[in-house]
């Protein structure tokens, strides 16, 4: 059947956006007319699919989320209907392709779906964890709670995800800043020195002639290496978007020396907020786990967390399971256990992220502190090197000269 887009007006004078499907544009009007509606202009899409391509595009960002999650429970809290404040939403909202989602959320609704059931059809889109927290909350007549949950969920992921890019950055830039420096000596300086020793016949230092061959042939095969750099940067990228290659990646992330640790902790940040906000929802423990081990985005963390799953549903506890996978820093497992015993899940799971996002700060801080001293001085020890292939020859043609 035909799909159309409407502009209608209610009798408040409020203007209204949304999708119908109908035989004609005459009987989009009389549909319009049921509802106390008044048509402005009515569009005819070009097919019944034309949200597909909305689930071809990227993700919603976490941000966008996040604020959405908030101002959607502050709206239901004011005690304004669901469909109202979807509407109320999508009018606020600056991301094109949210309000495109909530659109076709909306008239779903209106069409009798469930709110979960909605956005489920937009999975691709959105993070499990809140797909999840919305199903659970509509269930359990907590939505408002829900959505505020996952609002506050998200924005501290945010936040945590905002500080490992931006303590990155920096030494990203050390890290281009050298591999720049060094091809600009090896293509351009060390060329020109090239050219001198060629016209004396000093015999040259074997670290000279190593560095004179790589210059001649980065300067006389410029096509071939590029062509070999961007092969090698696409099966860097193909591998690293890989199973193989994202298994290999978890591991090693976490295997790396002095770093490692530190990097686990903006991971247990992560793993504790998520299963806490999941826990306060109401999801099952056992789904709960298992996503919040993927949303802490780390394969191997997440394949891990499904033995925790499977242990947890065999009746084992979840303290004993966790540290049975040995990834989490003790006192993550201590407070899990702690809350387990007492009763108070929830309460040390929150502890426990409030404490290890605060750690997660440090933890950037000690990586920076680590990195940039170390790309610091392997750029200082490629350019030491170049500088004595060029330098070491002069003294032999200082002393044939002199003699």
Known sequence: MPRF???????????????????????????????????????????????????????????????????????LHAGVPIVQALEIMRSQTEHKQLKKVLMDVQEKIQQGRSLSAAFRDHEKRFPELFLSMV???????????????????????????????????????LLVLA??????????????????????????PKLTQVMLSISNFLTTNVVAVVIALIALVTGVVVFARSTPGRRFNARLTLRLPLIGKQIVKVFSA????????????????????????????????????????????????IAASLQEIDIFPMMVIHMVRMGEES???DDMLRQAAEFYEEESDSAMARILAILEPVIIALMGVLVLVIVLSVVLPMFGIYNAVSF
Do not use: W
């Not at 269930?139 to 936040?159: C, D, F, I, P, R």
């Open 5 to 75: 887009r409407y502009t209608a007006k209610n009798l408040q004078g409020d203007r209204i956006e949304s999708f119908v499907e109908a035989v004609d544009r005459r009987a989009v009007t009389a549909l319009i007319r049921q509802k106390d509606f008044f048509p402005v202009q009515i569009q005819a899409l070009d097919s019944p699919s034309s949200h597909r391509d909305i689930e071809l595009r990227v993700r919603i960002p976490g941000k966008a989320l996040a604020v959405f999650c908030n101002q959607a429970a502050a709206v």
């Open 135 to 173: 199903e659970s909350g509509e269930a359990s007549g907590t939505l408002e709670a829900a959505l505020a949950q996952v609002g506050l969920t998200l924005t501290k992921e945010y936040k945590i995800v905002n500080r490992v890019k931006s303590a990155l950055a920096y030494p990203t830039a």
């Open 179 to 204: 591999v720049g420096v060094v091809l600009f000596l090896m293509t351009v300086i060390v060329p020109r020195f090239a050219d001198l020793y060629a016209t004396s016949n000093a015999a040259l």
């Open 270 to 317: 992560r793993f504790t907020r998520s299963l806490a906000g999941l826990s306060i929802a109401g999801v099952s423990i056992t789904n709960a786990l298992s996503i919040a081990g993927r949303n802490v985005g780390n394969l191997f963390i997440s394949e891990k967390m499904e033995q925790v799953v499977n242990e947890v549903s065999k009746g084992r506890g």
């Open 343 to 345: 009763g108070t899940l």
